[in-house]
């Protein structure tokens, strides 16, 4: 998992792109540095905090200013962590305690807060949460109710919205960024069912189609206008055919959408 960093002094200093990237597996953070044609390790950062256990770095993110960058340890006993780092030193500065598997996040440029879902990967499956902070000050506000596993947290570009898709629930939230409330919902697996149906329909139109074109021919009177008609309904057809394709594509695509969350 990586995550952009804007550059701060020493990166002025080398006039490179620098990224963070968390290793999961192995309790690390890699600093890379890119200069346009060839990628570098720079720096490899441990993280965590049980020696015998491994914690796994999941979400990572950059603070607007360039000035500190955030991990989140998703697994803990039982809940994750929070850990606050400086981009100058890529020292831990501060850490604060979260909910059950905390995992991606994102900062808002307008409220300052940092917003990470609790995927809670390991236990029921029942509605967690997107967990709001201050990283300043590094104190939890609050935990705002969503839906079972949720994941991808987004801010929206004008910072006023936090989005997460609920893995298990199949639902897409949308969290406004000042109340800390729930401003919408929608359901994922209604739309599904939706297009599914879109499709039985479609299909059966396609079908009826087809046997009025095999009608038509046993009862034409001359070849003339078995061509014509049989070819103004066969377009028909292939017009629904590529309707069919399409509400096929947006199940595939609102599917796997739901599996990488």
Known sequence: RLNNMKLNHKAKQYAEAMFYVAS???????LIKFDGKEAVEAERIDVGFMFAEIEGPHGITVDPSGDFWYISLAHGNPFGTLVKY????????????????????????????????????????????????????????KQIKTGSMPHGSRISSDGLFQYSVAMMSGEFFEIDAISLEVSRILDLEKKIEILESTIQDLQAQQLEISNNIITLIQHAETMNNVTDASGMLAQHVTELEEKINLALSWIEKESRQKKLN
């Open 24 to 30: 999961e597996s192995e309790d690390t953070v890699s």
């Open 86 to 141: 400086s981009t100058e030193t890529n020292q831990a500065v501060a850490r604060t305690t979260l909910g059950l598997f905390p995992a991606s996040m994102e900062i808002s440029t307008i409220t300052g807060f940092l917003y990470c879902v609790n995927f809670n990967l390991h236990g029921d499956m029942v509605p967690s949460s997107v967990s709001v902070v201050d990283p300043e000050s590094m104190v939890e506000i």
